[in-house]
């Protein structure tokens, strides 16, 4: 089975401080990707990575960065966490390449709370 | 810039019926997928079902299937047979072929299932 693993299921951050949010999965999956999710918007893409060391703005990026240094590791970073940047975080994971991409797997995401 | 619409937020079924969720989305792409995700309360998101855009034979997963109306940009699933586990929030999610492996998700419908 495909385990996508998060580092927190619940993380409480002051606003202004750096967060580093982490996902690893075990499955040797090219593909990596970061979404938030708030109530009545469903989940929207912040960044992701097709390769090591690469990564691509996704929908969202603004106040985010990612960090992809080994392929089965990707993450997330809040350079000065806010308010509004609080929510759930979900990261997944997929094998393939263009232009044919398999099935996205999820890990248990992030509760983040700013306060 | 292609959207996907769930215009349900809440639904409810009773133990043993049948339920329709609805999903509309937008699009310029002719190749394209169309999935449901489930996530139910506290556990990881899980595919239910997909449905290639050139496939015209609505795709079926035991008790899940879809309605795909490819010219009115309609994709709704049916669940035959609710079961309680079957209690979770829906997603509803497209991907074109030429946006490589990224999902956009639609807003999501909270299905709770009565005994």
């Known amino acids: 089975d495909v385990k996508v693993t998060q580092s927190s299921r619940y993380l409480v951050k002051r606003t202004g401080e750096k967060v580093f949010l982490e996902c690893v999965q075990d499955m040797d999956h090219e593909n990596m990707f970061w979404y938030r999710q708030d109530p009545g918007l469903g989940l929207r893409l912040i960044y992701f990575s097709y390769d090591v060391k690469m990564k691509e703005k996704g929908d969202i990026p603004e106040g985010y960065s990612v960090s992809r240094e080994k392929k089965e590791r990707f993450s997330l970073i809040l350079e000065s966490a806010s308010t509004n940047q609080t929510s759930m975080y979900l990261c997944?994971?997929?094998?393939?390449?263009?232009?044919?991409?398999?099935?996205?797997?999820f890990g248990p995401g992030t509760r983040l709370t700013v306060l | 810039a292609q959207t996907v619409t769930q215009s349900q937020p809440e639904m409810s079924v009773q133990e043993a019926e049948t339920v329709t969720l609805s999903c509309t989305y937008d699009t310029s792409e002719s190749d394209y997928y169309l999935f449901w995700y489930k996530q139910p309360p506290s556990r990881q998101m899980i595919l239910v079902i997909r449905q290639e855009a050139y496939k015209q034979q609505n795709a079926t997963e035991n008790r899940f299937s879809v309605n795909f109306q490819k010219a009115a940009k309609s994709f709704s699933l049916k669940i035959s047979d609710s079961q309680l586990g079957d209690a979770a929030m829906y997603f509803c999610a497209y991907r074109a072929l030429a946006q490589g492996g990224k999902l956009i998700f639609g807003q999501g419908t909270e299905l709770s299932v009565k005994p």
């Open positions: 997944a994971s997929s094998s393939g390449a263009a232009p044919s991409y398999n099935e996205q797997f």
